[in-house]
C-alpha cells in the first residue's frame, strides 16, 4: 500500500464498500502515514459537502478504476467458492 493506493480508495473506503482485506491495508496504512490521513480527512469532509467529490489526487479516472480492479483481485479473493 502506497499514497497513491491508498487515496485512490479514499472513496469506497469511507462509504465502506471495500472488502475487510483492502479496508484494513488502507487502515493500516493511514496510522502510519500522516500525509493520507489529513487527505483522507478533507475528502471526507468534501463528500459531506457535496454529493459528487472529484477524486482526490491526479490519478486519471480510467486508471483509478483499472488500480481498483487490480487491487480488488490482489485482495478480495472470493471465499465463497
Ligand atoms: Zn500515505
Redesign the pocket.
Known amino acids: 500500500m502506497n499514497?497513491k493506493i491508498?487515496s485512490a480508495l479514499f472513496q469506497e473506503f469511507l462509504e465502506k464498500s471495500l472488502c475487510e482485506e483492502l479496508i484494513s491495508e488502507v487502515d493500516s496504512?493511514l496510522k502510519k502515514?500522516g500525509?493520507?490521513r489529513s487527505s483522507m480527512h478533507t475528502y471526507s469532509l468534501t463528500i459531506v459537502l457535496s454529493s459528487r467529490a472529484d477524486p482526490p489526487c491526479c490519478v486519471p479516472a480510467e486508471k483509478m478504476d483499472e488500480l481498483k480492479k487490480i487491487l480488488m483481485e490482489r485482495f478480495c479473493t472470493k471465499k465463497t467458492a
Do not use: D, G
Open positions: 499514497c491508498c496504512h502515514c500525509q493520507c
